[in-house]
């Protein structure tokens, strides 16, 4: 084996300068930097998206490359790409991430939680679909309203609906709908 003749520091040589190569390819990934502005409100959100988010979804303003590149290829669990996927408005993020998507299906629930789900789903709701190319008869991203989150949908623990109560109806029978009168003509 030709390794085998060669002499120490020669190998080791080889083997260092082999490993540094290496090196450099593996730093190489990964400089991609978040764009948003450090003064964006949303820049908090972009930097919880490329710690959470980034091994699913793509969104290059927050430096991330999760999604499938070649359908061909692509796993199930290669989220949709942000680059070219408009999120608004922003109450619809955060149904994602407290969901699991909206299928439910292959998507964690609640990677991010609170204030941070929100931090997240605002950032992703201004700077998502930025990439769409244009289609005909269909309003850019940028032209729809973001929209908010209500205050109520911050905390975990209300969801249950706002009376508390359904309605039950008897086995076999319809719930009964209240009369209603027709609005009075006049
Ligand atoms: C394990 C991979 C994975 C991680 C981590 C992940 N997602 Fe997803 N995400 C998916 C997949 C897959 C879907 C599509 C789910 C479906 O259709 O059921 C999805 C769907 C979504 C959707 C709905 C998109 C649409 O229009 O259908 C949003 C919004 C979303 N993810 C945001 C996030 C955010 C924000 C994070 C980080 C907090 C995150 N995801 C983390 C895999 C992931």
Partial sequence: MIFARMNRP????????????????ASACGTEKITVAKSDATYGGAVLFSQRCSGCHTLSFA????????ERTAE????????????????????????????GLI????????????????????????????????APCDSKPIGSIPAMATTTTTTTSSTGTLAKAPPGRPAKAKATRPPRRR
């Fill in 107 to 138: 998507m964690p629930q609640n990677v991010v939680v609170g204030k941070d789900a929100v931090a997240v789903a605002e950032f992703v709701a201004k700077y998502a679909g930025r990439r769409t190319p244009p289609v005909v008869g269909q």
């Fill in 10 to 25: 020669i190998r080791v040589l080889l083997i260092t300068s082999a490993s540094a190569v290496i090196a450099a390819l």
């Fill in 76 to 103: 199930p669990n290669n989220g949709p790409n942000f680059d070219v996927r408009c999120e608004r408005p922003v109450a619809r993020v955060l149904y994602a991430i407290e969901n699991g998507g909206f299928s």
């Fill in 63 to 70: 430096a991330t490359r999760g999604s499938a590149t070649n």
